[in-house]
Every structure is written in structure tokens, then in C-alpha cells.
Nanobody, 120 residues
Framework: QVQLVESGGGLVQPGGSLRLSCAAS????????MAWYRQAPGKQRELVAR???????IYANSAKGRFTISRDNAKNTVYLQMNSLKPEDTAVYYC??????????????WGQGTQVTVSS
């Protein structure tokens, strides 16, 4: 069973930057497409950025030009560099496979996420 641990969130002022990290157990990240998702209060979880096993990236319109997703397969880690942050980026950020891993009998697996708050 894969385990994902997100970190790097925090409180930042508008225009600031954060770098999120996602560490996975095992050595499976190198062969799967991974993504960063986020969920703001009262809203559905949305995909922010994704990266293929070969490094091809796709971004949501809200993230284009500001966020960069990357991966270090040797470290089994995926990153999200977020620049020019806006208050509307406030959310809990999660990483997961594309599509998300499923726990039999339970549903989609999600880690604990990391809170990003953009506020002055």
C-alpha cells in the first residue's frame, strides 16, 4: 500500500512563494504519472498540475506561469514550486497518482495534505 506524505505548506503573503514536497513510500513514483491537487473550503478537489513518468507536464489554467511541478525519481519525491501566490490559491494541497490510488473497499487514497494559506 502506497503512502504519500505532503509537506512544505504554510502562511505566505500574496506574491510570495512556497515549495511543496510529496514523498512516497516504495519506489513506484518513477513509473506513474503524478499530480498535485488542491481543495479549498467548500469546493471540490481540483487537479493543479500533473507530470508524466517521462517528465511531460500539464497545468490548470489557474497555475500556468506561476507553478512548476517536478519529480526526483531517485528520491521518490514530487515537488510543486508555487510563485506569485494569490489568496485564491489558499487550499489544502495533496499529491497523488493520475488517477488517484484506490484502497479496495474504501475508495480513493489521499494523504494528509499540506495547508497553504495566502493572506496579508
Amino acid at each position: 500500500q502506497v503512502q504519500l506524505v505532503e509537506s512544505g505548506g504554510g502562511l505566505v503573503q500574496p506574491g510570495g512563494s512556497l515549495r511543496l514536497s510529496c514523498a512516497a513510500s516504495g519506489s513506484i513514483l518513477s513509473i506513474v504519472a503524478m499530480a498535485w491537487y488542491r481543495q479549498a473550503p467548500g469546493k471540490q478537489r481540483e487537479l493543479v498540475a500533473r507530470i508524466s513518468s517521462g517528465g511531460f507536464t500539464i497545468y490548470a489554467n489557474s497555475a500556468k506561469g506561476r507553478f512548476t511541478i517536478s519529480r526526483d525519481n531517485a528520491k521518490n519525491t514530487v515537488y510543486l514550486q508555487m510563485n506569485s501566490l494569490k489568496p485564491e490559491d489558499t487550499a489544502v494541497y495533496y499529491c497523488n497518482r493520475v488517477p488517484p490510488w484506490v484502497v479496495p473497499g474504501t475508495g480513493d487514497y489521499w494523504g494528509q495534505g499540506t495547508q497553504v494559506t495566502v493572506s496579508s
